[in-house]
C-alpha cells in the first residue's frame, strides 16, 4: 500500500557517510518533533535526478528554511559511498541537503514507493516524490506522475503547495 497525506511513515534503518564511514541513521530520530522535508530519486547520477531533481532543493534551500523546515533529506536506493559522492558533485551536501542511501529499499518498499526497470538497470528503487513530514506525519505528499520528470515533486512544486 502507497504511503498518503495523514499516514505516520514507518521508521526504517537508512545509510548515511560519516567521518568514520557509513553509519546508521533511523528515521524516526530524524523526524520526531521536527519539520523535514523527504524526497527520493530513482537513482543518483541519472539524468533527471541529477539534472533537475537534486538541483531544485538547492535552489529552494533558503525558502524551506524560511517556511521552518528543519531538514531537508534525499533518499535513493544507492550505496552511502555513491549518495556521498553524489552529494558533493550537485552541490546538495554543500546547501545542507542530507542524502542518505535506502540501498536495501527496506523505507521505499515500506511507504510502496518502490519499482523496478530492469532494462534500464534500476532493480529495487524508488519513485520519485517529495513529502513534508511534520513529528512523523506525512503533511503533503507529491508522488510524480510521468517518467523522467519533477514537476510534481520538485523543490519549487512543493514550495508552492505548502
Known amino acids: 500500500m502507497t504511503i498518503s497525506q495523514g499516514d505516520t511513515l514507518p521508521n526504517a534503518t537508512l545509510v548515511q557517510m560519516g567521518a568514520e564511514g557509513p553509519q546508521p541513521v533511523q528515521l524516526a ?3 520526531k518533533g521536527r519539520k523535514v522535508v523527504v524526497f527520493a530519486v530513482p537513482g543518483a547520477f541519472t539524468p533527471t ?15 524551506f528554511d524560511a517556511k521552518g523546515v528543519d531538514e531537508i533529506i534525499c533518499i535513493s536506493c544507492n550505496d552511502p559511498f555513491v549518495m ?6 550537485t552541490g546538495a551536501t554543500a546547501a545542507g541537503i542530507t542524502m ?3 540501498a536495501s ?4 518498499k515500506a511507504i510502496g514507493m ?9 532493480v529495487a528503487r524508488s519513485k520519485r516524490y517529495a513529502m513534508l513530514v511534520d513529528d512523523g506525519k506525512v503533511t503533503l505528499f507529491q508522488p510524480e506522475i510521468g517518467t523522467g520528470v519533477c514537476d510534481l515533486s520538485g523543490g519549487e512544486a512543493l514550495l508552492a503547495n505548502m
Open 49 to 63: 535526478c541529477h539534472s533537475a531533481h537534486v538541483p531544485s532543493f538547492v535552489r529552494t534551500k533558503d525558502q
Open 100 to 102: 542518505l542511501a535506502d
Open 29 to 31: 530520530d530524524k523526524f
Open 114 to 122: 518502490d519499482f523496478d526497470a530492469a532494462p534500464a538497470g534500476l
Open 105 to 108: 529499499s527496506e523505507f521505499t
Open 84 to 89: 556521498k559522492a553524489w552529494g558533493e558533485a
